[in-house]
């Protein structure tokens, strides 16, 4: 498809291919026609970006969290294992920002320790999500650097705490970012200040963990899960 469709037609493609595959699979197989879309998307537009770079129609909803604060504290970016989960990293670059230090299972990452931001040339550093990657992100936001991470080890997996105890233990201020799918192909994105930015308490990094347990519930539920 890559080789013979223009390049600025490669989104519109990619959704009517994700359209087909989940509504034959729903057909045959009785499948979650909604949430197969949605994951067969994410992965059309990895694939396509193997081969060039290519316009994704996005717009900003809510983007205080990239407003620029002491350039001395580290920045945590985070959210969880959704669809569209890397699609802030296309915002960002087109915004223009520094994209921070991914931390990806290895399998994502390149053999020159890159991760692939859909529709963008431009790949960002990044790092295996290893037992010891939790050691290597305190050491980057005390040092005043930037992480994105995803809170949950699987997709409808439980939040976990430790990053945000992480930021914590580092002074870091933590920014929530996600996209969302419109009706229409538009990808709405999002980059939040946390609740609670510096989890300075318990009940702070309490505050900001149900935040993206909520945002999870809800998002899940549009994708036909619940529970």
């Known amino acids: 498809m890559a080789r013979f469709v223009p390049s600025r037609y ?9 359209k087909l595959h989940a509504g034959l699979t729903a057909a045959l197989m009785g499948n979650n026609r909604v949430l197969t879309e949605a994951i067969v998307l994410d992965n059309w537009l990895q694939e ?10 996005w717009r900003a909803m809510k983007v205080d969290g990239l407003e620029k604060g002491d350039p001395t504290q ?5 959210w969880t294992h959704l669809p569209l989960f890397s699609m802030p990293l296309h915002a960002s670059i087109e915004m223009g920002y520094e994209t921070p230090l991914i931390v990806a299972d290895p399998g994502n990452i390149n053999e ?13 550093q990044a790092i295996p999500a290893t037992l010891h990657v939790l050691m290597k992100i305190r050491t980057i936001l005390q040092e005043g650097g930037a992480v994105a991470c995803l809170a949950d080890a ?12 992480l930021a914590k233990q580092a002074g870091a201020r933590v920014v929530f970012q996600w996209a969302e799918r419109q009706p229409n192909g538009m990808i709405d994105i999002y980059f939040i200040r946390a609740p609670r930015p510096l ?29």
């Open 10 to 18: 490669w989104y519109q493609v990619a959704i009517s291919a994700s």
């Open 48 to 57: 396509l970006t193997f081969s060039g770079a290519y316009p994704i129609p």
């Open 74 to 78: 580290g920045v945590l970016y985070c």
């Open 112 to 124: 020159y320790g890159e991760f692939v931001v859909p529709g963008q040339t431009k790949r960002a």
């Open 154 to 165: 699987e997709f409808g997996g439980p939040v976990s705490e430790n990053v945000l105890r």
């Open 199 to 227: 989890n300075e308490s318990e009940e702070d990094i309490e505050v900001n963990l149900e935040f993206l347990r909520a945002e999870k519930r809800r998002i899940l539920k549009s994708l036909g899960l619940e529970g």
